[in-house]
């Protein structure tokens, strides 16, 4: 998982604060590395290093990142790679001048490509599909950027939602299945790209739409120009980001995450009913739904488990002897709330189901007569090849056992997953127009 | 405000680590520095700086702390000193030996004291009432530390809660008043003292009980000795505690903080009821009121403002040219849960009333019809004498604005606050055990 | 300027620990960035950063970097990068694999090499020439690597020392000409490769030799294979690694640095005698050009201007108030050796002139009665295009001023430099085997 | 060892740059920490760290000390203490205001006077002989601090030289035997005060004098005044100071240090002399008495060993097989002027003898036929008692062993020392005036 952004702010040499607001507002898509490059007039810099976006820039690099146009990017650790050598976003120098880009997304043909680029005589400096993506524009450029971006989009396959910086122009692309997202919005002398709509609202940005599904939008001081490039494919958009990735004041194609997760709670309480005094959430992603729950079932809310907002990545791991004391660093249940009921514990997903059982045993410890798990999702029995980091099918809990067996492991008195026709139900789908590939196994591309 | 933490784990070398885990649970007490002091064998070393815990101390710096006896401190700003000089636990040199300080709260007559301690010739490093305490308990001793100790807490007026080490002792303190809280869990091999019950949590250790009132408690290698020294003054707990400052999975003297707070979201229900379509919180310390206010009503909660988790301390402020776009850097309105609504929106306090008015006006450009504010405890009119860090009288609306003119200020359709009788009954009162100073400047020293 | 490192020590996993003392002693030739590229059975990881070497790599980052093949690479400041974009060593990936390069040199012709393999779609993520060298191989390369090696030097033009690191070859390259230096050395069970001997004896390597002008050296598990093959230029070792550059320990092309620049002030003495009551020299480099002048003038040496270590790159430069005091921060006069004297003070250049003045002044404020100025190499008249980085033209004081007008404003009662012949006898040599490029116009490419 | 510095710069509140300024001058005096304490009109803020003054200060943190009196601090690690609390300029609090102190020096009656004052109730901060110091004057202040400090002076045995402020004034004070030093410049618009003259070049004083044994020198708004209040003890300078320790561009107590060294060695050559080839240095500080033994012995004088100025705190310590190959990575032999050279190595002491056996090695490696060791001043063979941190008796050579037994340790072929008489005679004594103590055992106090 990455976020990116593009900002064209005519005029506004300080574009590069929009940027790393727009990052911050997208730092939950990826805490390894942050990057922003900028254009100041055909020049192009970047500066990107590991680290949370708030401690990659301070004031003193922001400011020495001057130009009105620029694009960025957070990146999820997406291999063991120690250094920030495939740190996004790449900047390459070819024929044309300079092209910068930030990428979201996974192409399935990456290795053929670059192994045909290699065999002409290319170079590459990362690992990345992203230099993959660039290497081909600077390929097929015969004049006309557009075209050679064009050209590209037919040869490489797989998720793509991409912001490129040229000398000249601010352009965004999303593949033609619109995997991954890419939002729309407008500044007052110019536009904001985003991942997702809630960026657009950190950095002041009226939203404006989604980019399509196969379309390339090309942002210069002339204005906008839209190019609907490929159209001949369905919309596979990934339900992940709706269940998951994307924050819930976030509205993607359409859909407000916040309501997608609260009505697949609701349905949640329809298919999987329980009997009990409340209903908890597993904090913060799976709050909407277990309200959700709440309001179908009737079954009171209540705040179940406290999250240490401080406990974060410079934490320092308990030692054996204290984990044995059980302690309770990130997550403390609320006892009041707990002690002698019977709880209906709501997530968004069970991965590996290591988690859940730590919750499910810190629930009964702090006194809870019995423990309904519900997951606002269907099992996730398959890895994602178009960009989500799911762990390898071995880990995959939801792949390799069935769910009274999932509930003895996790411990939990009964357990009920969403059915994939509720989740479509939940984001407002008659069944297509959704990339399903990790719960029913039926990949796109 | 501060956060205190005493560990005795007997034959652990690595007691530090409990500290530091209990400092973590109790970050939110103080974010300007802190810092642990550890006895190994009565040799007291302190390491302390400015920052959150886990800036502070790293593996390397845990390991050079090595000892089974610790104590902890985490400060809030309580003065403008932009360097360490102030930070905690003290430590001094004395005739009998070393002796480190962690302290929670603040002393009416310290300025007194010192300058007789000063006219006898003694010198200070620091200007806290901290080193004041220490002073005195130095200058008291005589052969014996917890007579020391009782002459002191005869001399020093105001609110302390204390965290000691001597040479061989861990000492927990707690004023005639029980202004401040402190608590007391069993490890296995030893004892812990805290502000809060979630530090106890958070270590592993077992609750035992609230320290009392003027309570001295003794801990070293042949257990624990409880001293009621003072015992003829009224318990006047600090309220703000529990409305505002404790987390909610602490229990304090007996009473859940989560449970204090819903049931004042009940009886503001009663008390100011509202016409609306849903009840929103301020994240995150007005949600339990929140969700305890929509209980009651009737009138559904829903989450209404996501809050960014990493705009932190560190982040870049907007420019002016950036705020004027009406940035949502911190909170974003979730615009599905609130457009076309009348909304309650429930805050457990209004301090200055700039974050209210910012925080309305949101919710109307998130398009909420009607938006009615409920405030979870009494208008603050007096500052705190006690070691809460209120604003000035000039700052506190409070104390200069009736209630309509807030809710002009703020731009809400209607306002209202829980009275002090729906606090104290809130928490369980009948009207006395708690300090209301800065609710009726009624104050108890 | 840069310094580079190779090494191989067969089977010692810890290879990069050489190439890092290497880079200790080479770090003088390069203060902005420094990295290290390490081959751990065929896959290349690479760090690099801003800063000194000891600053970029600490315990932690050398232990991951595992592999007993390595090269390193100290980089100069040769651009207003305020970025680590074009720090070396650099890695690419293409047709056969990884290549890691570092570069000590310039090329002539690498803009128009770049642009042609841009015109047939190369990318390129630096803009050094280096990649320009990697590229080129990249291209050349069809089943042999010392082949496309070879069909590389063929096409690039200007000075270049080069270690590579394949995915199972150390490899050593010098241009035709000899420009920059390479020097080989013997480790019980492997090689060493560095610009200059003083890091051989660092790492403790026996010298072997210098690798000769036009040379691939190619060192994997079988051994070391030597390939003379560029052998029909000319030599033309750049002069001022002998009287600048170089450390005074190394020793280039079979000349001791130290003993030339002894020679340099001996003939110095002869070609400009003075009539004077000591000798100076400024601290540290004009050092051996000062006791050479003196012995053979037979006016003794002293020292007369103290050096202070720690002014380093981080200090805060003093304000003008300041600066008006006459505040002698990094170099002080020692009065005693020149209150009342008529002074010889010995440099090994004069660039801009403006250092110069400075000390002439600071000389006559400690009380000189005369102030000779002798130069231990003839005017700086044009700009190195083999990599120094010299000033511009306008800069360059010898190149648009008399020595007469020199003299006058450096403030000096007289003025000698050394002839160009003098130099030449003093690196042994009998008119040829040199770049004199900067000193009289004679561009060798 | 440590250094001070005083600055009264009337009307300037960036004194705390001059303070800074010196501090770096003084840098050769203490390396662990590094302080400034500066008075804002009566207000007295404090910065201290561990690190070198540049790693300690920057332009942020020194912008933040404003003020026009300053005193500043830099400390040798006198013991095992790994974080800052020991750092000076130390801040007290007292009946009388604030009040800053810089100590350079060593009181032998500390312990028994922290005892006094403990048993009166005082407490202390740190472990330092400082504290005690302004312990005692906090408790004489009886409405003059000048009569305090006098009082404190009467009851103090050892040796200091201080720097204090006061609300509103700069105080320089030296003890009785002059034990440490203390010079004396001028501002256009006020004074400063440092360990050694070299400070005052660097901040652009004038030289006034030292600092007379037993003055008090007390600086304000209306001047300066001098008490000379101690005048009935003999004045006991140390000689370490002009051996070693201070900067051979500094002047104390009318001497320059450069001279001092510079006889030395020729006193030593007439003592000692050798038929050699050359004489060498150990570099920095042996390299003036080299120059004057070479000058005195018409031995020619040459470098010998090349001192990397890059190796410094941080580096990386070679691992045992690394040191087996015998690196040379702090100084590494000039083989052209060694080799089949008979050397005369000229040093300015042998502490513990290590250094001076690998570097004899290292000699001999280089090809030296013959090595002959001579030292500019007598075997240590005892203790400093007044601040000077030499090592425990069991560890110094010249203690433990004759000079023949120390011959043989080192591997030289002659070893020969400068005698006591012939050390007084370099630095113009005709037998008292200067602390002998480590040398023959006379302890002044």
Redesign the interface.
């Known amino acids: 998982m990455c976020g990116i952004v593009g900002v064209y702010d005519k005029g506004?040499i300080?574009a590069a604060?929009?940027a790393?607001?727009g990052l911050?507002?997208l730092?939950?898509r990826g805490q390894e590395s942050a990057g922003i490059a900028i254009n100041n007039d055909g020049i192009i810099?970047?500066?990107k290093e590991m680290g949370?976006?708030?401690?990659v820039?301070?004031?003193k690099i922001?400011s020495?990142l001057k130009g009105d146009m620029a694009i960025g990017h957070v990146r999820y650790s997406t291999s063991g790679s120690?250094?920030a050598?495939n740190a996004q976003p790449?900047?390459?120098?070819?024929?044309n001048g300079n092209l910068a880009l930030s990428h979201n997304g996974s192409l399935v043909n990456a290795d053929l490509l670059?192994?045909q680029l290699?065999?002409?005589?290319?170079?590459?400096?990362?690992?990345t599909d992203t230099?993959v993506i660039?290497?081909l524009i600077?390929?097929n450029?015969k004049g006309d950027i557009i075209k050679a971006i064009q050209n590209t989009m037919e040869i490489i396959k797989g998720s793509y939602a991409l912001t490129i910086l040229t000398d000249n122009k601010l352009i965004g692309v999303r593949d033609g299945y619109g995997i991954r997202p890419l939002v729309l919005g407008k500044?007052?002398n110019g536009y904001v790209l985003a991942s997702e709509s809630?960026a657009l609202?950190?950095?002041?940005?009226q939203f404006i739409r989604d980019v399509r599904p196969g379309e390339i939008l090309v942002i210069d001081k002339d204005g906008m120009k839209s190019i609907d490039y490929i159209t001949n494919l369905p919309t596979k958009v990934c339900l992940f980001e709706h269940i998951y990735f994307a924050?819930?004041?976030s509205?993607i194609d359409g859909i407000?995450m916040?309501?997608a997760r609260?009505n697949a709670g609701r349905i949640l309480a329809k298919e999987q009913p329980a009997i009990a005094d409340t209903v908890l959430s597993v904090p913060?992603s799976g709050?909407?739904a277990a309200?959700g729950y709440a309001?179908e079932s009737g079954i009171?809310?209540?705040?179940g488990l406290?999250k240490?907002?401080?406990?974060?990545r410079?934490?320092?791991q308990?030692?054996q002897?204290?984990r044995?004391?059980?302690?309770?660093?990130k997550l403390?249940?609320?006892?009041?709330?707990i002690k002698g009921k019977r709880v209906v514990m709501v997530d968004d997903s069970i991965v590996r189901g290591t988690t859940s059982r730590k919750i499910v045993q810190a629930l009964r410890d702090a006194g809870a007569s019995e423990v309904h798990v519900r997951v606002s999702s269907p099992p996730v029995i398959g890895s994602c090849r178009y960009g989500i980091d799911t762990p390898t099918m071995e880990e995959l809990i939801g792949a390799n056992k069935t769910v009274e067996s999932i509930r003895e492991y996790i411990g939990a008195d009964s357990l009920g997953y969403l059915s994939l026709e509720g989740l479509l139900a939940a984001v407002g789908s008659k069944g297509d127009g959704f990339c399903t590939a990790c719960l029913n196994g039926d990949y796109p591309v």
């Open positions: 506004n300080n604060n929009a790393y607001y911050v507002a730092q939950h810099t970047c500066y949370f976006v708030n401690e820039f301070d004031d922001l020495l120690t250094f050598a790449i900047v390459i120098k070819y024929k670059r192994g290699e065999d002409q005589g290319m170079i590459f400096s990362t690992t230099e660039a290497a600077a390929r450029y500044l007052e809630c609202d950190t950095v002041g940005a924050r819930p004041d509205i407000s916040y309501k609260e913060d709050t909407p309200i309001n009171p809310y209540s705040v406290i240490n907002r401080y406990v974060g410079t934490f320092i308990p030692t002897s204290m044995e004391l059980g302690v309770k660093l403390n249940p609320l006892k009041e709330n």
